[in-house]
């Protein structure tokens, strides 16, 4: 039996065992090597996706989405989309597929941060923030979802790395994949667990009251 919380301490996190993808990462520069990514992608069972963007220090200014990355169970595209023009063609076939389901976390914003570069139509995808309330999980982030399902704490050390930066570090290329990646089992346990009941939710006290 699992125990789960509906909101999980952050303060525990730092002390849990490091969660990190072990796979092979493939960093995708040209749209030649987009066609080649997605098509191997589109032929496996699910695929997990996110983005980033490099940070940005001065109020008022933003930058677009310098990298997606799309994992499945044991290996990992880094679609480097600075490096290329708008939404690549089979960047947006990938989008738009409606045959492998995609899981995220807060796709919306994704979503919306893709369109800027160029327009598509989202094909099927499922977002985490809506499929953890199923089991009674309020967190909304994935480290902190991660942490409750796995006991393991996912690192955020490179978030406000630079995504635009010539090559991409060891550390941000594992950290890029790790994010993808968590979403495929995140799914993959809650589908488990409510399948089978194999938990226990415990409800925290409500902070209005303490």
Excluded at 8 to 13: C, E, G, R, S, W
Excluded at 175 to 202: G, K, N, P, S, V
Aim: hydrophobic fraction near 40%; aromatic fraction near 8%.
């Amino acid at each position: 039996m699992k125990i789960i919380s509906d909101r999980y301490d952050k303060a525990l996190i730092n002390n849990l065992p490091r969660a990190q993808f072990t796979g092979r990462i493939y960093i995708i520069q040209s749209e030649q090597e987009a066609e080649r990514a997605v098509s191997f992608l589109l032929a496996q069972p699910i695929l997990g996706f996110d983005t980033e963007t490099r940070p940005s220090f001065k109020r008022g200014h933003l930058h677009t989405v310098a990298l997606l990355q799309v994992a499945c169970h044991d290996c990992c595209f880094l679609f480097r989309l600075n490096l290329m023009e708008g939404l690549p063609r089979p960047v947006v076939r990938l989008l738009e597929d409606k045959t492998v389901t995609k899981v995220g976390l807060s796709l919306k914003d994704d979503f919306h941060n893709l369109r800027v570069r160029g327009k598509f139509r989202a094909g099927t995808f499922i977002d985490l923030q809506n499929e953890v309330q199923d089991i009674g999980i309020k967190d909304m982030s994935l480290q902190k979802i991660y942490a409750n399902l796995f006991g393991e704490k996912i690192s955020k050390s490179q978030q406000l790395s630079n995504w635009e930066a010539d090559c991409l570090t060891p550390a941000q290329q594992v950290y890029a994949a790790t994010d993808a990646w968590a979403c495929i089992r995140i799914h993959e346990e809650i589908t488990r667990l409510m399948a089978t009941h194999d938990y226990q939710l415990q409800i925290s006290p409500d902070p209005s009251l303490t």
